[in-house]
């Protein structure tokens, strides 16, 4: 009877985040108006998070775990807060959950939605604050855990779990990459639009972000769908606004910039640019497109900085993707990646292959996932 209650409640949180009308929907919306993100991408963020929780949420059969979990929350996306909570409330775990300095609502909003959803979900989440890397603070708190659940770069993440009180389980979700793979024949416009919308979304800041694409072809080819990339980021820029960058991202991008001009691919015959930099909005380029000759990925990892690359085969892209090694998180496919693809990619250590597009809308129960929260 529990089981099916915690699935009852959470299936009507659910559908709650997804409904654009709804009061919690409405709460986020006027929580977050005004700060990091533009508001288009705070829709999109919400809109997408829980929506395809359901069939996970059903199919969980396991009984309440009964731990009590600490979540540690990245500041780069949104997102994590929603679906963390969920993951724990599904495996019936009471959460204490720390969210980023950079934002600090969303915690607070699914913490009153569980009481109103009422028992069993009521009473199980515990917004938790506090100035990273406080071990004092932590000292205090991290014994109350059984279970360690934390996101950031490797260095934070390796931090944590040194900290930790010995015996207690640390989940890490570190620093990882993802990238993009155009095959030939592909339709450019289409794959370079899906693209798109995967770079714009939180500005690459995030681990699904694609890096460096390669382009199955020849240099000329690559050029082609650098150009192409430009004309799709240049019309999602109106769509998904671009963050607003502070002083060390700004210079960040010049650097990136000037780099960029040494490496890049020199002009084909066609005297078609190789480097595509976009409007530049409160003096920061809106987007940066560079194509090189072929190596391994680059990763910038913030502000709209793609680097193209040309690859003779499916076969040399997967090669240079598992240079990333652990760090190699997704790998998107324009069009419908192929099971051959698939495999290739996965052998290479990619932890999930997708279309293009798709790259930020992971399947609930991705990262984290709801086990990181059931006994074992």
């Known amino acids: 009877m529990s089981l099916t209650a915690r699935q009852a409640a959470l299936l009507r949180g659910a559908a709650e985040w997804r409904n654009r009308d ?10 977050m108006s005004g700060g990091e993100w533009p508001a288009e991408v705070v829709e999109v963020a919400l809109q997408s998070v829980l929506r395809d929780a359901d069939d996970t949420l059903r199919a969980w059969q396991a009984p309440e775990s009964g731990l009590t979990v600490l979540a540690i929350l990245p500041g780069n996306i949104l997102g994590p807060t929603i679906a963390t909570a969920y993951c724990a409330a599904a495996a019936g775990a009471k959460l204490m ?16 939605q569980f009481e109103q959803l009422g028992p069993p979900v ?4 515990q917004p938790m604050r506090w100035s990273g890397g406080d071990e004092d ?8 855990a059984q279970r360690i659940v934390v996101f950031g770069d490797d260095a934070t993440t390796s931090d944590v779990k040194r900290r930790a009180p010995k015996g207690t389980l640390v989940t890490e979700y570190g620093s990882a990459y993802s990238l993009g793979f155009v095959p030939a024949g592909s339709d450019v416009a289409e794959a370079a639009d899906a693209a798109a919308h995967d770079v714009a979304l939180f500005d690459q800041r995030g681990c699904l972000s694609p890096q460096t694409i390669y382009v199955e072809g020849t240099e000329a080819q690559a050029i082609l769908f650098a150009r192409s990339l430009s004309l799709s980021l240049e019309k999602v820029g109106r769509v998904l606004p671009r963050a607003p960058a502070g002083e060390a991202e700004r210079t960040a991008v010049a650097e990136f910039i000037r780099r960029l001009m040494a490496r890049a691919l020199p002009p084909a015959t066609h005297a078609l640019g190789t480097v595509f930099v976009g409007p530049v909005k409160a003096d920061v380029a809106e987007y940066v497109i560079g194509a090189e000759p072929f190596s391994n990925p680059v990763c910038p990892g913030f502000g709209r900085l793609v680097i193209v690359k040309p690859c003779t085969d499916c076969a040399q892209a997967a090669s240079a993707a598992k240079t990333l090694g652990r760090h190699l998180d997704t790998v998107g496919v324009a069009g419908q990646p192929t099971p051959a693809l698939r495999r290739l990619f996965v052998e290479a250590g ?12 992971p399947p609930f129960g991705y990262r984290p996932r709801i086990a990181d929260f059931a006994e074992e």
Do not use: N, W, Y
Request: glycine residues 4%.
């Open 22 to 31: 709804s009061a919690v929907r409405a709460r986020a919306r006027e929580a």
């Open 137 to 144: 603070f932590e000292a205090k708190v991290f014994p109350l």
């Open 97 to 112: 959950l720390k969210s980023s300095s950079r934002e600090l609502h969303l915690a607070d909003i699914v913490a009153e």
């Open 122 to 125: 009521a009473g199980t989440l």
């Open 350 to 361: 990619a932890l999930r292959v997708c279309s293009l597009g798709e790259m930020q809308r």
